[in-house]
């Protein structure tokens, strides 16, 4: 196999995972449990019942969070020259890690935690502390890894508005908006990062994956194996 023809097969190998990630993650978020409970007491129980779940859920978002990070970072080599994608790729990169850790917190460590130490203690109350820690943590990271992700895809789409077809153009427009959405929303306070704030910045997100995707798959292999200038001109 020629290194061209193992550059394109590589393009569209990411683009395929971009796409398949983009569908995937939203639908993975509507089986993401929430605790139920009059009080502090029965919502930690629930933490421990719905544990196992959650485990399965966050496991499933980090391995779409490394797909989509690796297809990226293989996408950034073929635009090595354009310092929009450079520096996108670098902050989503801070994101995606900052994101993998609130998965592992929420998805691992709060219910390991609560099947270890509830059999241990006389009252339930008394594992809150640790808990609020923990989900601290979590948001803290969560909203790191929106704000690194979403400002990667912005300067992303920038470099997309410079390329030529409808396609890169809808692809960056729509990057630019979701990626402002996300980033306006939470530091304003707008979306907050529970279920419902986290599922929007999925889907938000979500859309540029594929439409990135499918515009890799679309191109022919001398663009999809191209990289870019900073003025916007493709170079084999």
């Given at each position: 196999m020629t290194t061209t023809?193992?550059?394109?097969?590589?393009a569209v190998l990411s683009g395929v995972l971009l796409i398949a990630s983009g569908v995937l993650a939203p639908l993975i978020m509507i089986f993401h449990p929430t605790a139920q409970g009059g009080d502090m007491a029965s919502r930690l129980t629930s933490l421990?019942?719905?544990?196992?779940?959650?485990r399965h859920v966050h496991l499933a978002m980090i391995m779409c969070i490394v797909a989509l990070w690796l297809s990226l970072a293989h996408l950034a080599r073929r635009w090595q020259d354009n310092g929009w994608v450079w520096t996108a790729?670098?902050?989503?990169?801070?994101?995606?890690?900052?994101?993998?850790?609130?998965?592992l917190i929420?998805?691992?460590?709060?219910?390991?935690?609560?099947?270890?130490?509830?059999?241990?203690?006389?009252?339930t109350e008394g594992a809150?502390?640790?808990?609020?820690?923990?989900?601290?943590?979590?948001?803290?990271?969560a909203g790191f890894g929106t704000l690194g992700m979403s400002a990667g895809i912005v300067l992303w789409s920038i470099a997309m508005l410079r390329q030529a077809g409808p396609l890169a153009t809808t692809c960056g427009a729509c990057g630019a908006?979701?990626?402002?959405?996300?980033?306006i929303g939470y530091a304003t306070g707008l979306i907050s990062l529970d279920v419902p704030g986290m599922t929007f910045v999925v889907v938000a997100q979500s859309l540029w994956y594929c439409l990135l995707g499918l515009w890799v798959l679309r191109a022919s292999p001398g663009v999809a194996t191209a990289t870019s200038t900073d003025d916007g001109h493709r170079v084999s």
């Open positions: 023809s193992s550059r394109a097969t590589g421990t019942e719905i544990s196992a779940l959650s790729i670098r902050v989503y990169a801070l994101g995606a890690a900052a994101m993998l850790g609130a998965a929420s998805g691992f460590l709060i219910g390991d935690y609560l099947q270890r130490v509830l059999p241990l203690i006389p009252r809150l502390p640790s808990v609020l820690l923990a989900f601290s943590a979590n948001q803290v990271l908006i979701a990626g402002l959405l996300c980033l």
